[in-house]
Each structure stands twice: as C-alpha cells, then as structure tokens.
C-alpha cells in the first residue's frame, strides 16, 4: 500500500469536540455513510465497498476490500485524561491468510481503526496507533508499519482466535502513544476505519459496530 494514506492523508468530514465518560465515534447509518467520503488511497486498484447492515445488537458497518484499500474518517477532539479506553466491536468474515503483515508487500488487514494525533504543521508529521484485527499475527504483536514509523500497527484481535464471530476488544490510547511513540497525549484528533488488500491482491471481508471510547 502506497505510503500516504495510511494515516497520514485521512480525509476527516466532520470536525466534533465531545468531552464525556463515554464518547461514541460511529453512528453506523446510511444518512453518516453519505456524508463520510470514502476515498481511494493512492495507487490502489479499486475502492472498498462500505454498506450498512443491523443485526439484534444495532447498525453495523459492512467492508468488502477486492484488490481495494479506502476509509473512512472522522475528526473529532477525544479527551484522553477522561475517556482513554478505547472499545471496538469488529467480526472478519474472510480473511487474509498467508500474508506477511509487517512487510510493504503484505501490509493489508481485513480491519483496522486508526487512531490520530496530529503533531505538527502537516499530514504527514501525524502520528498514529493502528488497531487491527489481523489474520496472522497473535494478540498483542506490534510493529512500525513499514512506509513509515510514524505509525504503529497493534493486534487487537487475530482470526487465530476469532474467526467469523463478533468480537469486542479494549485499549488504552493514551498509553499506547506513551509506549508505541513516546508521546503525552491528551487530547486525540481523529479516528478512521480502513479494510484494505491492495497489497496482496486478495479479498477481505469485515464488519465494525460500536465503536466508542470510555473511562475505563
């Protein structure tokens, strides 16, 4: 995947500033979906489809990433000193199997949540966590993304683990800057959903519900 998406050039729709003990990033409608605009990244061959769905539980948003990498993106000021959990319902339903994650060639997740802080003058002086869900790798693995160390890819969850089924997994940003990137973060900037496998050229799909940050 070409270098200048990944967090960097994350397009954000909305600007919100929401200071609560629970703050909720996605509403998962069709009336958000028109206003988030998915962009291709660069160099990629198709964009990934996003549709909403519901199940006994709520919306959903659907990613069905084929030969494809785009995301979604929304601005919005978290204050980490009170809500730095950040909670993320996900589910893969086909995955990526035999890829090698941390390389460029291989650098494609069924999902992932970036979460940005901006740090300077520019897009590209961002920096950022990147949550995935992984078809390789164990729980807990992490490493600099290979276009740049600016952000960092965090297996949350793993198809080793949790294949076809819903699954909700929590993280504490705020210390994750500390540790991942050295930073004393309290304020994040924005959040993006991606599904891409422009790398690989292979077929991903996956769902994100409920996806929100808390106090603990």
Known sequence: MKFLFKIFIIWFTS?????????????????????????KVRGAKNKTIYTIGSN????????????????????IKIDLNKTPY????????????????NTKKGHDFAARVFAIKKTGATPLS???INYVFSSNSDIGFN???????????????????NFNEWVTVKSNVKKDFK????????????????????????????????????AE
Do not use: C
Not at 86 to 101: H, P, Q, R, V
């Open 143 to 161: 490493s600099p993304s290979p276009y740049t160390k600016k952000s960092i890819d965090n297996v949350l969850s793993s198809t080793k683990k």
């Open 179 to 214: 540790k991942f990137h050295d930073l004393d973060v309290n304020e994040l900037d924005g959040l993006a959903i991606m599904s891409d496998t422009d790398n690989s050229k292979m077929k991903a799909v996956a769902y994100f519900q409920n996806i929100y940050f808390s």
């Open 126 to 128: 961002n920096r950022a």
């Open 86 to 101: 950040s909670n993320i319902t996900w589910k893969i339903e086909k995955k990526l199997s035999g890829i090698k994650e």
């Open 56 to 75: 006994e539980k709520g919306s959903f948003l659907k990613a069905v990433a084929d030969n494809a990498a785009s995301g979604l993106g929304k601005e």
């Open 15 to 39: 600007n919100t500033i929401i200071f609560a003990d629970e703050v909720k990033i996605f509403d998962f409608t069709n009336a958000e979906l028109s206003e988030l605009e998915v962009r």
